[in-house]
């Protein structure tokens, strides 16, 4: 499933607070070149980041990819693994979010893979 | 719409929903809904929170067998069909054929549409002169014309969509025999509208979620029937009422902020956040919250909920917890929330809607400060008429002049 390496300088912390250099603020900004110094990612590895200030945790992420997407005890959803493999069910689950607070992006070189704006 | 006034002998006049006064929070205590049932108010944002996203509380479990009653008069909540009463993946099964059309890059698709209705209504309004009913004129059109377009509703008779959400929405207002009669003749006309779009398909919601649900399979007739009822309803009802408590809350003690709210969209963005956080739907003796069962013992807020308990999740008082929102909407109106208000809901049965109430009331009080700046109520607070007796409270008139 994963490519069993950790994304960016920060790796996450299990929790999937965060994929890439050290935490998200929510706005899912974070620079997409960060990523590209991947170590381990397979070519065609994703990155799902959720923004979790935007969470409402509705969890139809988690019941649509539940390899890959989970609700936290605090009712927000995280990206279980550092890097995914991609697939339709990770898709539409970023695609579905009713608060579009799930990307999915090139482990590669940050670009986004879904939600197609 | 058809909702009966009060009997002139009762009570002091009501005030508007923003003067309604909101109680500490605290938390979870023990109270009883209007038919005896024990119910747990939960009133603390954090764990109003709770309540809609942990999963040991849900609403399939209100409407079991072994359930306690929590309506004296059932209305459309109480449907154990509906969206908002299935849970897990039944829940999500049906959510999965209209999520689609939701989400925020979707409903932004609609957005010049919806500002070219608000335009046309404001057109006609300011052609028909000073003074009118902006309830009769606009607050109320605006959201039954954006639902009847996205549904494909061409040509539906207005007098009876009123007929049906009164009595959709009704607490006190009708009988339950009424009631029964009005949702016996909604759900036929829904499913009348599915079979039509079934034999011709077109690229309305209806159309859409019957193609998703026909692909995903699982999904009953039942549960297509009230969904399409329920669009309906919440597709125009809530709205129309947050827009009319919001203009009356604007014309009077808000006056100061039409200025700015003229200026741009985002400073229109912005309050209406904050009005949505802060202007409740409704009374809270209609409705103490919105409820949960608890399927387990489940602790919130340091007190443990048993097993098979009613919650009454006090999203309102929520809304007004001093301890994330310590400002006053006054104060307040375009600042950003900088926490989530819980006016739509979280968790599993977060507001379909949110995105498309949000872009109406954005447009609607942004255009209607812009076009018409010396707008003003013509009218004393005091002598505002409401619709009275649902669950959800708005002027049923309010006459503007400028």
């Not at chain 2, 209504?121 to 607050?139: F, K, R």
Request: proline share 7%.
């Amino acid at each position: 499933m994963t490519g069993g390496g950790s994304v960016g300088t920060g790796g996450t912390d299990g929790t999937g607070r965060s994929v890439g250099t050290g935490g998200t603020d929510g706005t899912g900004r974070t620079s997409g070149s960060d990523r590209t110094d991947a170590t381990g990612g397979a070519a065609g590895d994703v990155v799902v980041r959720v923004d979790r200030a935007r969470c409402v945790g509705t969890g139809l992420c988690a019941a649509t990819a539940p390899d890959d997407l989970a609700l936290g005890e605090d009712g927000r959803a995280r990206a279980r693994h550092p890097v995914s493999a991609p697939g339709e069910q990770l898709t539409e689950a970023a695609e579905m979010c009713p608060v579009e607070a799930i990307t999915v992006l090139s482990a590669l070189d940050g670009r986004r893979i879904a939600p197609v704006l | 719409m058809s909702v009966e006034q009060r009997p002139a002998e009762s009570a002091p006049p009501l005030v508007p929903l923003h003067c309604l006064r909101h109680a500490e929070p605290g938390p979870p205590r023990l109270a009883a809904l209007p038919t005896g049932t024990p119910v747990w108010l939960v009133s603390r944002h954090a764990d109003v929170r709770q309540v809609f996203t942990d999963p040991r509380l849900n609403r399939a479990s209100l409407y079991t067998p072994d359930a306690p009653p929590v309506s004296v008069v059932p209305n459309i909540l109480d449907d154990p069909d509906a969206l908002l009463n299935l849970d897990g993946a039944e829940h999500q099964r049906l959510r999965r054929t209209v999520q689609r059309a939701f989400t925020p890059r979707a409903i932004a698709r609609w957005r010049p549409w919806v500002a070219s209705v608000v335009d046309g209504l404001l057109d006609d309004l300011i052609d028909q002169g000073s003074p009118a009913d902006i309830v009769a004129e606009y607050t109320r059109p605006l959201p039954v014309a954006v639902i009847s377009r996205l549904m494909g509703l061409d040509g539906l008779d207005l007098k009876r969509l009123g007929h049906w959400s009164d009595h959709a929405l009704s607490a006190t207002a009708h009988s339950a025999g009424a009631i029964a009669a009005a949702m016996g003749e909604f759900a036929q006309f829904a499913a009348e509208l599915i079979a039509e779009r079934r034999a011709a398909p077109g690229d309305d919601l209806v159309s859409g979620l019957l193609a998703a649900a026909r692909e995903s399979g699982g999904v009953s007739e039942r549960q297509l029937v009230s969904l399409v009822v329920g669009l309906v309803v919440a597709g125009h009802e809530t709205t129309m009422t947050t827009l009319g408590n919001a203009v009356v809350y604007l014309l009077g003690d808000g006056r100061a902020a039409w200025q700015r709210l003229a200026a741009d969209e985002e400073s229109a963005g912005a309050a209406t956040e904050q009005l949505l956080r802060a202007i409740p739907l409704g009374d809270t003796e209609a409705l103490p919250g919105l409820l949960r069962r608890a399927t387990e013992d489940v602790e919130i807020g340091g007190v443990t909920i048993p097993a098979g308990a009613v919650v009454a999740a006090d999203a309102a008082t929520a809304n007004h917890d001093p301890a994330v929102f310590p400002r006053t909407l006054a104060e307040d109106l375009f600042a950003p929330l900088g926490s989530p208000s819980l006016t739509f809901g979280a968790g599993p049965h977060h507001c379909l809607g949110a995105w498309l109430a949000r872009m109406e009331l954005e447009l609607a009080l942004h255009r209607l400060a812009r076009r018409l700046p010396g707008l003003r109520a013509a009218g004393p607070q005091e002598a505002i008429v409401w619709r009275e007796g649902l669950l959800t409270r708005s002027p049923l008139a309010l006459q503007v002049a400028w």
